[in-house]
Structures are given as C-alpha cells and as structure tokens.
C-alpha cells in the first residue's frame, strides 16, 4: 500500500477483538464491528452515550466487580497517560431487548492511551478480549465441574487485582512521604535583595512521578543573589533523596566560587560520588543589583527566560553545557552575562513547565514567552499563579515542575 493511504477507519472496524473509543469522560465515541456483534448492539445504541450507562454492572452478581475494575484502570490511563492491562475480569452483559435480563461473561481488558499534541489523553482505546468460552472449555476439562473452576478463575482474578489494589496504595503512601521530605528540603520564598521571590513546586499526577525537581535561592555579598533550579533523572524517594543532596551541595558551593559556572563545576565533581545524580540538569544565576547584570550558566536544563520592560522575552542559552557526571573528566563550564533593566522579570523553571510529550521543546518554550509577555506588570507571585494555570494541564503534568520569579 505504499502508493496510497491507508484507510484507518477500515482498519479499525477490521480487527478482530472488540474495541471502543472513549472520550476522557468515558463516552464511547465509535465501536468496531466484532464489538457491535459481541455486544447484540447496534452503533447508535452506543456512540454518544456513557460507557457504564451502556454497560452497567449485573446488580445480582453479589461479588461484582468488574464495574469498579474498569472505571479503575480507565482512571489510572487518564492520571498516567500510559497504557493499563488488567487482569481476567468478569463482567456481564445485558441481554439486548432485556432489560436486567445479564449473561455471564469474561474479558481481559486492555486501556490504551490517545494522546494530543499537547501531551495530554484525548481518547482511550479499550479492548476486551472475550475469554468466555476459554474459561467454559477451561472448566469442562476439569471433570465437568464448570461452576467449581469457573468460581476459582474468577477468585484467582479477584486476588490478583487485590494485590494491584494494595500496591497502589503503597505507592500513594510513599507519594505523601516523599512530597512532604520535598516540602520540607525546599526553602520557602523571601526578600532577595529587597526584590520578594516567587516559588513553586507542583507534583506530576500519578503515584511516583514526584520529587525530582528542586530549587535554591541564597543572598550573596554585594548586594547580589543566587537562584537556581535542577532536575534529577528518576522519581520517588531516591529522587528526592538525591534531590536534598544536589541542592545543599549547591548552596555550599555557591558561597565559595566566583561564579555560576565553577559553582556547577564543584556541583558535578560532587555529582559523581552520588548515586543516582547522574545526568541532572541545573541552572544558576547570580543577580547582581549593583552593576545590573546577571550571569548565569547551565548544565543541561532548559533556559531560563528574562522578561525587558518592554515585553520582550530573552532566553538565557548562551552558557549551556552537558548535565551534571556527563564528562569522564572535569572541563571547564560556559559562563555569559548579559544586562537588565529595573522592572525586568527573571524566571527559573524545570523541563515539566514547557514539554508535552510527542511536541517539539521549540514550541514550549515559545508558549511560555508568550505567557510572560501576556502578564507583562504582574507581581513575582501573580505571574507564578498565571504560569501554572495556563501552561500546565488542567488535568496535571506527567512530570514535576519546579518555579523560581525574581522581578528584578
């Protein structure tokens, strides 16, 4: 078929397990023809309308929960935007021109992922394998007793999404644990320099994907202060772990050094004896009100953006270097400097402001110039609410994201 395109929609109606679209708001969109015939449906009996008004659960199943399941896994493809397989799962299905009339069935369900440009969910695929007649044949060789093994298949599945159930509560409670070592390790905003800073932290949507991004703001002499902002590879404790030990060494370094760059240079040298901070990015930047100049230097991290008076938004690339353990050996770090004027804005930030997965960091980042300049005036904590409300997510970013604003 390489001299004409391919016709999807043909495609989807051909595969040979049933399968649904579904909006975020589980409305099903479209169903495939072996859905239609599995179902005893027809397309408009489903399309527009809710899943689970369609489909609901069989109320004199006392142990039913294959309602619940699905709604489960359908959430979790929404919270992660990846794909969820679930275990075998019995849930019956309405005899059509019966109402309550249910006919027991089984699936193994599979909830797949859409995702937009901007990185977010815009439609699930689900399919449901129907094992049924697998589970009937499955029981007929095992002295006819298709009740007994039926019940055991059915108690097995039941046990195992058990064992899910209580992982994700695991890992929800190490989520409060490591957002509340993060909080506790980030220093909380303050007058610098006379100049109020604004910060922010906002955790990614799922159960580990937190804690990795910091930030660090320390007054220097001479009427200058430091601000930075860095990004570990990896999530969860270790993450934050290795988080608390960049920054503290970071704030050490940065009182001893001349600069933003040999301060990241001692940052890396003490990166390689750190498990886990290998290839973390950093930005630093050194306000210094007296000449009204900054100089700044970057290890890898996305650049950090001066908003002029006039609208203008600069971004700082001009001292960027590979992140933190990257080099076998030490070399030297870029530095540049570049002037500002009162009233200037500066803004710090971590990679999960700007990228969308599948979207080039290009358009990111002109996302985020047009939201400076569009709050051209605002306070340091006004543009820091405006960022996050417009540039993440309404329903939460799949990384952490970290914020420093110091109008200048």
Partial sequence: MSGSAIDYAAVFHALP???LLLTPQFVIVDANEVLLQRSGRERHQLVGRGLFDVFPENPDTSDASGERNLRASLERVLATGSRDTMGLQRYDVEVPGQ???????????VNAPVLGPDGQVQLIVHRGEEVTEIVRAGAGNHGGDQERMKAKLYSRAKELQEVNDRLRRAHAREREVVLAL???MLPAPRLMGHHRAAVRYRPAVGALNVCGDWYDLAELPGDRVALAVGDVVGHGLGAACVMGQLRSALSAATQVTRGPAQALEVLGIYARSVDGAESTTAVQAIVDWTTHTLAYSSAGHPPPALLHPDGRVELLDQATDP????????????????????????????????????????VGLARLAAAL?????????????????ELLPPSGATDDAALVILRL
């Fill in 373 to 389: 300049t569009r709050h051209l005036g605002a306070d340091a904590e006004e543009l820091a609410d405006a960022l996050l409300g």
């Fill in 323 to 362: 992140p933190l353990g990257a080099r076998p050996e030490h070399v030297a770090r870029p530095e540049a400097e570049v002037a500002f004027a009162d009233g200037a804005v500066l803004v710090l930030y971590t990679d999960g402001l700007i990228e969308r997965r599948h979207e080039d960091i290009d």
């Fill in 99 to 109: 109402p309550g009339v249910f006919e027991e069935r089984y699936w193994s369900p």
């Fill in 17 to 19: 397990d049933g399968v």
């Fill in 182 to 184: 993060q909080d506790a």
